[in-house]
């Protein structure tokens, strides 16, 4: 078995693991349920560890990780900029025309007497919840450092930044859980595509 095929089997078990706990989550409660839950476990430890974490997900670190492969001339560059952008294309397309009407919990509950833990100086979106972005770029990225890496433990310590980061967004209250499951699931989903095609079919055997 080729190091690259280990990597994907970890990272595969991994998202499957999230996936499992996230849906036995969502279908054990419901949307506020869900929340509030995740919203009760605050700490202005935690705002700051949360805000960093998904800052990082979407731009900076896969932009540092580009810079990586270009600089090392990867065989993984063309792949990791053609899932890039198929992911950021379907996460797109569903937010803005297949659930443009899908609220985030904070337009989700408006209203409502419940005093929910809100980040200070963190702007909150209120549209186009589903899916989460963060989610599907932390682990898209996540994927391919894991395959740059060539280590399972590394697949395995990149599955759980993502977990992370998927975790974050719900605690930022910018998603519902759901989100986060759908993301994670495109993030990984193109990237596995992509790989399998354009870079090589004989590690995946």
């Known amino acids: 078995m080729s190091p690259r095929n280990k990597v994907v089997i970890y990272y595969l078990s991994g ?22 839950l995740i919203n009760s476990f605050n700490s202005p430890g935690t705002d700051f560890f949360f805000r960093i974490i998904t800052s990082g997900a979407e731009i900076t ?20 900029v053609i899932s890039y952008i198929f992911s950021t294309v379907i996460v797109q397309f569903l937010k803005l025309i297949v659930f443009k009407d ?4 904070l337009s989700y509950f408006k209203g409502q007497a419940y005093a929910w833990h809100l980040v200070q100086n963190l702007l ?15 682990w898209f990225m996540c994927f391919w450092i894991s395959l740059a890496a060539k280590k399972p433990w590394i697949a395995l310590f990149m ?14 209250f910018q998603h519902f859980p759901v989100d986060t499951a759908v993301g994670a699931m495109i993030g990984t989903g ?3 595509l992509v790989y399998y095609f354009n870079v090589s079919k004989s590690d995946l055997k």
């Open 190 to 192: 193109v990237s596995l």
């Open 15 to 36: 998202l499957i693991f999230f996936e499992v706990v996230a849906l036995a989550y969502i279908f054990s409660f419901d949307r506020m349920g869900q929340m509030s």
């Open 124 to 138: 909150i979106n209120e549209y186009n919840s589903m899916p989460s972005g963060h989610t599907s770029a932390a």
């Open 159 to 172: 599955v759980f930044y993502a977990i992370l980061v998927a975790y974050s967004r719900v605690y930022l």
């Open 102 to 105: 899908a609220l985030r919990p």
């Open 61 to 80: 670190i896969p932009i540092l990780f580009l810079g990586y492969l270009i600089w090392k001339k990867s065989d993984l560059l063309k792949s990791y």
